[in-house]
């Protein structure tokens, strides 16, 4: 009886080791923006490409892009943190710029912003990045600059349409 029971009990731990720790709707909420995209400045001209794909059996959304305008290219890694109950972006690029952010999906948009910090001119600001999944497929990604809470630059507006 002993040995039947170690053995259910194996198989049990087995079957929970294999489960999909990352397939709630919360690990879900950033979905919309997975794929090939070419992304559109307001003007109409390509600001560039990017390629988003869950990782590490979908706990992990990876971006990577390529500005249009070459020499520039970035990499994020964006996740949801259990812990926190916040989504997370860790952004690095190749001219060696690194961006934090969090914050979570509302609606049809997740909001993600950074802690605030100081700039040179001795004003406190916050980085804060909307994606917006649209009706047509495509996504909106604008990144504002805030201080005192007010937008006070818009750092880019770009239109994701899925990639040809």
């Not at 070419?38 to 794909?53: M, Q, T």
């Not at 690095?92 to 802690?115: F, H, P, T, W, Y």
């Not at 600001?125 to 009706?135: C, D, F, G, P």
Request: proline share 2%; aromatic share 12%; net charge negative.
């Amino acid at each position: 009886m002993l040995i039947i029971c170690s053995c259910i009990a194996q198989v049990n731990a087995q079957e929970e080791t294999n489960a999909c720790a990352c397939c709630t709707e919360q690990h879900k909420a950033f979905d919309f923006w997975i794929g090939n995209w070419e992304v559109f400045l307001k003007d109409g001209s390509v600001a560039g490409y990017n390629r988003i794909e869950k990782l590490q059996d979908n706990c992990v959304l990876q971006e990577n892009w390529t500005s249009a305008r070459g020499g520039f290219s970035g990499t994020s890694y964006n996740y949801f943190n259990q812990n926190s109950g916040k989504w997370e972006q860790l952004w690095i690029d190749n001219a060696g710029s690194q961006l934090k952010l969090s914050g979570n999906r509302v609606e049809n948009q997740m909001i993600l912003a950074s802690e605030p910090f100081e700039r040179p001119d001795g004003k406190t600001y916050v980085n804060r990045i909307t994606w917006t999944a649209n009706t047509d497929g495509t996504v909106r990604q604008l990144w504002e600059l805030l201080h005192k809470g007010e937008v006070v630059q818009v750092a880019f507006d770009g239109l994701y349409k899925p990639a040809k």
